[in-house]
């Protein structure tokens, strides 16, 4: 896998991520901690995509 084709993969990850925390905090009784997860997991594949992009 080409290093492109992987960040592209991550930028996937990382707006599908985005959806859902979106989708979970729209929704009432959402788990705060679960959507709290979600958001660490989504910051973890940004930094990663930064860090790869440099």
């Not at 492109?4 to 985005?18: D, G, T």
């Not at 009432?28 to 990663?48: F, I, N, S, Y």
Request: charged share 30%; proline share 2%.
């Amino acid at each position: 896998m080409s290093l492109s084709s992987h960040i592209h993969e991550l930028k996937k990850k990382h707006q599908n991520l985005a959806d859902a925390v979106e989708s979970a905090q729209r929704s009432p009784g959402t788990d705060a901690l679960q959507v709290a997860a979600m958001k660490k997991q989504k910051l973890r594949l940004k930094e990663e995509i930064s860090r790869l992009s440099a």
